[in-house]
């Protein structure tokens, strides 16, 4: 059975278990769990179904045939679109997902495999629990990309999305962690609120930095304070709803009379609203200090915020996640923040748990 390959091993070592722990979960001896890793035994029908329970998972996400497609009906995080055919293939909790390869903060990554002709073709020597997800906002989020491989075997995959969508993801059970910064001086608690509101309790929070929030200008301007930029008659770019950014705008714009929906141009990160300002299709919108700083425009505070990164509380024994919170705690990365334009490190490491 040379060519019966499996992930046995992967998964068990995902949820941090000896090979004693899983023999105990499914009554198969501790020698016959090491036999069908290694592949000297083809386990019977019955040892690859108990097996498939202990990971609640399915029998085809821990055999294969080596070298073949997977035939299986692939299990997507979201939909493809009809040009994507590389994935990223990863396990989140229990499950096999695949992630249509999509723009990341940290530019392009490899594919873990591709549709060809309608079947789904993993790529050799691609480990579905060397990956962790995480999507969020943060322009920085490359810091911990490299710390994260710097320092283990393990790949962060940084999505793009806004703190609402980010969590929303996560609540489905389709990342590890979000990233999100909903709250201002005068609701410190807001990332907790937001996350016990939208999820529930048994969620853990740690905290990333704090950073400065505030108003992008074209430096051709000459404003110099915010109530001067409300006053002028400006171009404006927003974020979408139900980012950090945009709850940040609309609280500037509070009790004036434009409209929350009156702006024409609408971006879905940081860079977009400095890219918008920067090409002339605006000349103001909010978003954090740092890209801004980089691009050379003019920048007005308005509140410092908390970017918190959340992570099921049950996760915490997974090794990618101890992974990523050894990263958040290592010097190499707080120094690393401490430098960026508008980032401190004071709190960085800071963990909160949720409960309701």
Not at 15 to 43: D, F, H, N
Request: with cysteine; net charge positive.
């Amino acid at each position: 059975m040379a060519d019966l390959k499996n992930d046995i091993a992967q998964h068990r070592t995902a949820r941090g278990w000896s090979q004693e722990q899983l023999a105990r979960r499914t009554s198969l001896s501790r020698a016959t769990i090491s036999a069908i890793e290694t592949g000297r035994v083809a386990p019977s029908t019955a040892a690859a179904l108990v097996l498939a329970d202990a990971f609640g998972s399915r029998v085809e996400d821990l055999f294969r045939l080596a070298g073949r497609a997977q035939r299986a009906e692939p299990v997507w995080a979201w939909p493809a679109q009809v040009h994507q055919t590389r994935f990223w293939r990863v396990s989140v909790g229990a499950r096999t997902l695949l992630y249509p390869v999509e723009r990341t903060a940290v530019g392009v990554l490899p594919a873990h495999g591709i549709i060809k002709a309608g079947a789904v073709e993993i790529h050799e020597h691609t480990d579905p629990t060397q990956s962790l997800v995480l999507a969020g906002c943060d322009p920085a989020v490359g810091l911990l990309h490299v710390e994260l491989r710097r320092a283990t075997k393990f790949q962060l995959i940084p999505v793009v999305r806004s703190s609402r969508q980010a969590l929303e993801l996560l609540q489905r059970g389709l990342v590890h962690v979000a990233g999100i910064h909903l709250q201002d001086q005068e609701a410190p608690d807001g990332n907790q609120r937001a996350v016990r509101k939208l999820l529930g309790s048994g969620y853990t929070l740690i905290r990333v930095t704090r950073w400065q929030d505030g108003v992008a200008l074209s430096p051709s301007l000459r404003i110099r304070t915010i109530k001067e930029a409300l006053s002028a008659r400006l171009r404006w770019v927003a974020r979408e709803k139900g980012s950090g950014a945009r709850h940040c705008l609309e609280a500037i714009f509070r009790g004036r009379r434009r409209a929350p929906d009156a702006f024409q141009h609408v971006a879905t990160d940081h860079a977009g609203v400095v890219e918008a300002i920067r090409t002339g299709w605006a000349q103001a919108g909010v978003c954090v200090r740092l890209p801004a700083a980089e691009a050379g425009l003019d920048f007005l505070v308005a509140r410092e915020e908390d970017y918190d990164l959340c992570y099921r509380s049950d996760l915490e024994h997974d090794p990618r996640i101890q992974a990523l919170v050894r990263a958040i705690h290592s010097q190499t990365f707080r120094r690393s923040l401490d430098e960026l334009p508008g980032y401190s490190a004071t709190l960085t490491g800071e963990q909160t748990h949720v409960r309701g």
